[in-house]
């Protein structure tokens, strides 16, 4: 069957298949499907093999050509599991807060370096932030620009400025590695457009 007419549906706990108009075969257990927009959400086995998870696809049948019931269920589906609402809050204020600080670090003039290196810092330590161009690591460590290891002051031999210049460090180093195997491989085009011109 193609996309659903009018007065079709599926049923949550369906099993369907269906194919797209890519030719790509999808397989899962309809979890929603919404008539309006005609967007069908199917969970699937995990693209990773792990067996504790699952994949979910959301799926515009105006981009299928067949869609077919493996297994039509006839039993109530199971309740929804409930959502935490306040670790979502939580979780979007998050992430509110770290797109204002990219926004603030852009419009008070931070040189990309600083960004990227905040950004870095950022995935290990969470409690760190901007004060007009400087970074503020754990309100212990103040790297200002050019943010070098050099520019990283605190509490001298303190185990936070000790752990932040190792970052400092490391993303320098990384940054450099990836320069320099960006540049070997633009070397290596221009080498092959010219042999074969």
């Known amino acids: 069957m193609a996309a659903p007419g009018p007065g079709e549906y599926f049923s949550v706990g369906n099993q369907v298949s269906c194919l797209t108009c890519l030719g790509q075969r999808l397989q899962g257990e309809v979890v929603a499907f919404d008539y309006q927009s005609k967007m069908l959400t199917l969970k699937c086995p995990s693209s990773s093999g792990k067996l504790n998870l699952s994949d979910v696809l959301l799926i515009n049948l105006a981009y299928v050509s067949n ?3 493996i297994n039509d269920r006839t039993e109530t589906p199971p ?3 409930s959502l935490n609402v306040n670790k979502l809050a939580i979780r979007a204020r998050a992430e509110k807060e770290d797109k204002l600080s ?3 670090a852009v419009s008070a003039g931070v040189s990309v370096e600083g960004q990227q290196l ?3 810092i950022h995935k290990t330590i969470k409690d760190c932030k901007w004060q007009e161009k400087n970074i503020i690591v754990m309100d212990d460590v103040i790297i200002t620009p050019p943010y070098q290891v050099d520019n990283c002051k605190g509490k001298e031999g303190g185990s936070a400025l000790s752990h932040v210049r190792k970052i400092v460090e490391k993303h320098f180093k990384d940054v450099e590695t990836q320069k320099v195997m960006q540049r070997s491989t633009a070397q290596q085009v221009q080498k092959d457009s010219a042999l074969s011109s």
């Open 102 to 104: 990219q926004a603030y």
């Open 118 to 120: 905040f950004q870095t």
């Open 67 to 69: 869609v077919d019931i």
């Open 79 to 81: 309740p929804l599991a």
